[in-house]
């Protein structure tokens, strides 16, 4: 009853306003009419600033709880939530337009000092970092007195542009995750350095496919990762012999060009229904469709511990992303040939033809040479601990491991976790500044 009272003053008030700035056309009444028209103005700004208001406004918001982050884009999301924003617009050398979002400081317009860049994962986008309130990744670092990049791999909703390429085009969608991290990180590593003028001073924070293209990048480009002062790995994604996600049932089609046109589309990564009850499965018998056929739990796992429920509106608004069908190909044939980390399978002739051996090459790990620290989970689906543990293995500048102390966080849940700003964020910060401390001391 109070809301209708209330909403039907407002109705009055705005009428009275109309009708008077509308009525009559001498000069007398025009100016009787201005006259009024600022008194009514003035008293209507007061009326919306009012307690009568902003009562209305709290029980509005309690009615219909809806988090306007649900329809803003990334730059509009870090605004209202009171950080200066910025886009930048890159062209990769083969002509892919990347759109590149910056928090360049706090919101008291403290400039951040240190460059971190944060790369999403597969099916994400820079929004992954921003759209868990005030306790994102990202607001987290430019609190803290980073200068925060958010970048966006090509493909997904932000950077879906070439100079010559129409989106319809196969062409345009023919690339994985090996061409993201050989042309697409580069420009973006390259981009910043010359924006910042500090050069080797990036810290590299990467989640699930975020992590894989750092690995490609700096075992294959060793100069361009010259520009990365350590990499940080949430969810590291690399060897994928024991994980548990239903990705591993696209393995045996991996090769299968009739059934992935058919299932899965040669551009977009847009499976079919049949498909999608297929993938979905398993969430499914625990946490019904509604859920589970997004493809970001169908294939990194749902976690209802883990979820705040009323967020899943805005994380399925934003996500999934978008991913070229190669990019998930890329992963299916790794666990195809027992979880190699590898470059992408064409087949006998044309291995032959692009790398000059019937196999693809595997990616040397002994040649990355930026410091490394693995964050990982013991309920990841995706990234098995197990295929970690190899992981930290094999590489020779490792500097740190952290398992997050909880039996039930899993692979989503480093992005939009309850417990992720607790298990996840502070210690990675915590990290950052021991490793500045300890710069600090040589």
């Not at 079919?272 to 990194?300: D, F, W």
């Not at 990234?383 to 190899?390: A, M, N």
């Not at 607790?422 to 210690?427: A, N, R, S, T």
Request: proline share 5%; net charge positive.
């Amino acid at each position: 009853m109070k809301i209708l009272l209330t909403f039907s003053y407002f109705v009055l008030v705005t009428f009275i306003f109309t009708l008077n700035i509308n009525f009559g056309h001498s000069k007398v009444v025009r100016k009787i009419r201005m006259k009024r028209s600022i008194y009514y103005t003035e008293n209507i700004q007061n009326f919306f600033n009012s307690n009568i208001m902003r009562r209305f406004r709290n029980m509005m918001a309690k009615e219909c709880p809806i988090d306007p982050d649900e329809n803003l884009d990334v730059p509009q999301i870090v605004r209202r939530h009171g950080y200066p924003s910025e886009t930048h617009i890159l062209e990769t050398e083969d002509g892919y337009l990347l759109k590149v979002h910056r928090i360049p400081g706090d919101r008291d317009g403290v400039k951040g000092k240190q460059a971190v860049l944060l790369q999403h994962g597969l099916l994400g986008s820079s929004a992954d970092w921003v759209l868990n309130g005030n306790t994102t990744l990202a607001f987290y670092l430019a609190d803290n007195g980073y200068d925060v990049w958010l970048s966006n791999a090509r493909g997904n909703i932000y950077s879906r542009g070439h100079v010559s390429l129409p989106l319809s085009s196969p062409e345009y969608w023919n690339f994985s995750w090996h061409e993201i991290a050989t042309k697409d990180l580069p420009t973006v590593l390259y981009h910043i350095s010359n924006t910042t003028e500090k050069p080797g001073e990036i810290i590299y924070i990467g989640h699930s496919m975020g992590t894989t293209i750092s690995y490609v990048l700096a075992s294959t480009l060793p100069q361009v990762a010259k520009n990365l002062k350590v990499i940080i790995s949430l969810a590291p994604t690399v060897y994928m012999t024991h994980l548990q996600s239903p990705v591993r049932y696209l393995a045996p089609f991996a090769s299968d060009l009739a059934w992935i046109t058919k299932y899965l589309g040669i551009k977009q990564f847009a499976p079919t229904n049949k498909l999608l009850i297929l993938l979905s499965y398993q969430c499914e018998k625990s946490y019904g469709k509604a859920i589970c056929r997004n493809l970001l739990y169908a294939l990194g796992g749902f976690n209802q511990a883990e979820t705040n429920m009323t967020m899943l509106p805005k994380i399925t608004s934003h996500d999934p992303a978008g991913a070229s069908t190669k990019t998930l190909l890329h992963y299916a044939q790794e666990i195809r040939d027992d979880g190699k980390f590898q470059q992408y399978d064409y087949g006998t002739e044309g291995n032959l033809e692009k790398y000059g051996t019937p196999t693809p090459p595997e990616y040397n790990l002994t040649n990355v040479k930026r410091p490394v620290y693995l964050v990982y989970a013991a309920a990841d689906i995706l990234t098995s601990y197990i295929d970690v543990e190899r992981l930290a293995k094999n590489l020779t500048t490792l500097v740190g491991m952290y398992k997050v102390p909880s039996k039930n966080f899993g692979h989503v849940d480093f992005i939009f976790g309850i417990h992720a700003f607790e298990y996840v964020y502070k210690p990675v910060v915590q990290f950052l500044h021991n490793l500045t401390l300890e710069e600090n001391l040589v």
